[in-house]
């Protein structure tokens, strides 16, 4: 059950208030957002919401002036997002002050956050690791020529509900942590293609809409063929439209059809552990799953 703790804090000379993010409207979320450029919509918002624990900070009159989010896998695990403060109130330690609220109510997991670049220095002050650079690519997809050709004895189909134990396992051999119920909760949302060899499944990819368009992940896969036959229809899909993937990434083959995709380099973030240890994709190996694109910047 969610908690919905209250607690106060002062911030420059005016008093503000915390409290559970189930608590404040879709659309004052929308609002924070919005305000530092991310493309969140509401229903991206509510998403998260059902996904994970929140808190936001608002002042006397109930302006959200900041939230931050975690998001638990298993017992051991979880994942820091959705940490923004209003601009005005960066440089006065609201951040912070969020953030030492999320580790005091995770306390006992493991943690993996993406860094934004104005927010690595707060990450480190509180023991946070750096891992690896998370490619933002996004853009209009272009045509990208023909689609890549089934390998003989490979299936290619669209994923279920019955599906969810085979997904589950296989994210989690890439991913490092169990994350089960954000799969269920994430296909719901999603179109989903896995890649079955011999009926075992080897790669899937969910493609959902967000923020302007819509997102394809996570992809896992064991080599960037297999990575690209399952993220390749989705892409085609939305020929002429909005799309959008984050991966670790830099190079290779699935960047490559990423490139041309459409799907140009726009920001990077960081991303950061406390505690366990990070799978790197770009250390891949024959018949091993890796992340090739994440769920999202808040959900890894």
Not at 34 to 41: D, E, F, M, N
Not at 60 to 81: N, Q, Y
Not at 259 to 285: H, I, Q, Y
Request: charged letters at 20%; a neutral charge.
């Amino acid at each position: 059950m969610k908690s919905r703790t209250t607690s106060s804090l002062t911030i420059d000379a005016f008093d503000a208030r915390a409290v559970d993010i189930d608590a404040v409207e879709l659309d004052q979320l929308y609002t924070l957002s919005i305000g530092v450029g991310w493309p969140h919509r509401p229903e991206d918002w509510q998403l998260l919401r059902d996904a994970g624990h929140g808190i936001v900070v608002h002042d006397e009159i109930g302006r959200v002036l900041g939230s931050a989010m975690w998001f638990p896998h298993g017992a051991d695990f979880a994942t820091v997002g959705m940490v923004i403060t209003s601009p005005r109130l960066q440089a006065l330690g609201t951040a912070q002050w969020l953030m030492k609220r999320v580790l005091s109510a995770s306390r006992g997991r493991n943690l993996r956050l993406n860094a934004t670049h104005a927010a690595r220095k707060l990450y480190l002050s509180l023991g946070f690791r750096r891992e690896r650079t998370v490619f933002q690519r996004q853009g209009e997809v272009q045509p990208f020529g023909e689609m890549p050709r089934l390998p003989e004895g490979a299936e290619l189909r669209e994923l279920d509900r019955k599906d969810m134990p085979a997904i589950a396992q296989l994210d989690a051999q890439a991913f490092g942590a169990s994350r089960v119920d954000l799969l269920a909760a994430l296909l719901e949302h999603s179109t989903g293609l896995g890649l079955n060899r011999q009926g075992r499944l080897v790669a899937f990819a969910l493609c959902r809409p967000f923020g302007r368009g819509h997102v394809v992940g996570p992809v896992v896969a064991s080599s960037d063929e297999d990575a690209i036959m399952v993220a390749a229809p989705h892409v085609a899909a939305h020929e002429g439209r909005f799309l959008r993937v984050d991966t670790h990434l830099a190079d290779g083959e699935f960047c490559a059809f990423l490139a041309r995709s459409g799907l140009v380099f726009f920001d990077t973030v960081t991303t950061m552990l406390l505690g366990g240890e990070f799978r790197d994709p770009n250390k891949r190996s024959k018949n091993v799953p890796v992340t090739y694109a994440l769920a999202s910047q808040a959900l890894g």
